[in-house]
C-alpha cells in the first residue's frame, strides 16, 4: 500500500528528496513545507477506502498465487537464465 501511494504522490517524493539532497543537514528545518506535502499526499490515499480496496484486492490475489504456487510474487516475476 505504501509503495502504491509513493508512485501515485511521486511529485511530492521527488520534490522532498531534491530538497534533502540540497539541504544535508539542515534538512529537517528546510524541507519541512516539502514534507508537509508528502506526509498530507500519502495520507490522503491510506484514508482512501477506494485505494484500500485496490490494494487489499491486489495482496489478495497474490496471496493465492503464492498458495497456488509456492513462489513469492517477487521471484515469479524475476526473469530465469536463458543459458542452461
Do not use: H, W
Not at 25 to 46: G, Q
Amino acid at each position: 500500500m505504501r509503495e502504491k501511494a509513493r508512485e501515485r504522490c511521486s511529485e511530492q517524493v521527488q520534490d522532498f528528496t531534491k530538497c534533502c539532497k540540497n539541504s544535508g543537514v539542515l534538512m529537517v528545518v528546510k524541507c519541512r513545507k516539502e514534507n508537509s506535502a508528502l506526509k498530507e499526499c500519502l495520507t490522503a490515499y491510506y484514508n482512501d477506502p477506494a485505494f484500500y480496496e485496490e490494494c487489499k484486492m491486489e495482496y489478495l490475489k497474490e496471496r493465492e498465487e503464492f498458495r497456488k504456487t509456492g513462489i513469492p510474487t517477487k521471484k515469479r516475476l524475476q526473469k530465469l537464465p536463458t543459458s542452461m
